[in-house]
């Protein structure tokens, strides 16, 4: 065997093993392609699985999102209207119990509200919602003092201006756990509220319905507690002046 | 300084997928309890049609602590790491649109949310915030390959540590 012949037979195995290698090294990246793919796919199954089941939980979770039946008697926007029928302007008012925005709100005009209702110039709105469960400490008393107040407006409509503003007056501070349901039930027998209306409260019958109010009044538009309507155009400026400035325009 | 940064890389994408898992398991933990809250402060952006609203009130967070779970435990890094850098675009868009529409809105990023007093946004705050952890995100897909990470262990050994990658003969 001449040098010239084991060098080309050399060449010639250098070759093949170059194209093993390359064959070899192609087909790992191939594996490795299809293992990335497979991984991406398996995973976003995963993701769109767990994100679906945890939306339907959610959902389930929602108290908004339940058929939360009310008591009978209730205004278009799920609230309590009182005052003479003829009466020619309606205030509306929007509020969470654990606001103190609303509590200055009833203090300020809770008075006047009264009066202006009671001299057949206005009606007056209650519409109780609960935006700010989370600064009770997972006792959720913006939806359960809500609640006690739609029981109140379902068996005694006519104590409603006075449970609130009983409310107002026990208002809890914010992030305390607020008023349990005993402290709602002493409020509303106080002020001679039915045994009815009382089971209500105590079994917290209505705070579905008052998620349920919130959620509609959210999707209407309502930012934040109080909002004040004067026949359905939002009131800017929360004194007394303004609301009286406000109901004389409309008159 | 390039061998500094070699060792060093690893370590810088640990903290930064834990610092972004944090962020995100608190931020979805945060709005999990209360999922009508969570809803309304998606609303309050007045961004989406109605119709999209309770499924991102009640999707986002679940989401949010699942991007968390995979950062904490380093599965998908690099995906991770990209999914959350296109999340915080979209906060950053969402928060950023809220201030130019002159909305005053609380982020509702950890929970909480909807309208605030004028004075009351923190729209800045709440933007550099979420700036600065694009930062790390995007830094944390370029350099996904960090420390206790599924991801390495599923590598095998020799993407654990580059001070002892073979050179050239890694293929025998």
Redesign the interface.
Known sequence: MSASQKRSGNDKRDEVRARAEAMR?DAERRARRQRTLI??IT?AVV?VL??GV??AV??S?????QDAAGPSGLSTNGGLVLGEDDAPVTVTTYVDFMCPACKAFETENGALLDELRGKGEIKVEYVPVA?L??FSQ?TRYSTRSAGAAYCVVGSDPELVPDFVSNLYENQPEENSTGLDTGQLVTIAQALGVSEEGVRCITDGTFDGYA?AV??KA??EGL??TPTVEVDGTVLDDLSKQGLVDMINARN | MIERWTVAQPWVSTVLRLVLAGVFGVAGALKLPDPDESVRAVRAYRLLPEAAVPVVGYGLPVFEVLLALALLLGALTRVSALVSGALLVIFVVGVGSAAARGLSIDCGCFGGGGEVAAGDTRYTQEIVRDLALLVGAVALARWPRSRFSVDGWLAGPTNVSPLHEPVGGARR
């Open positions: 090294m991984v991406a995973a993701v767990v994100v945890g939306i959610q959902r979770r929602s108290q908004a999102a935006i469960d989370r997972g998620a919130t959620e959210s999707q930012q934040g």
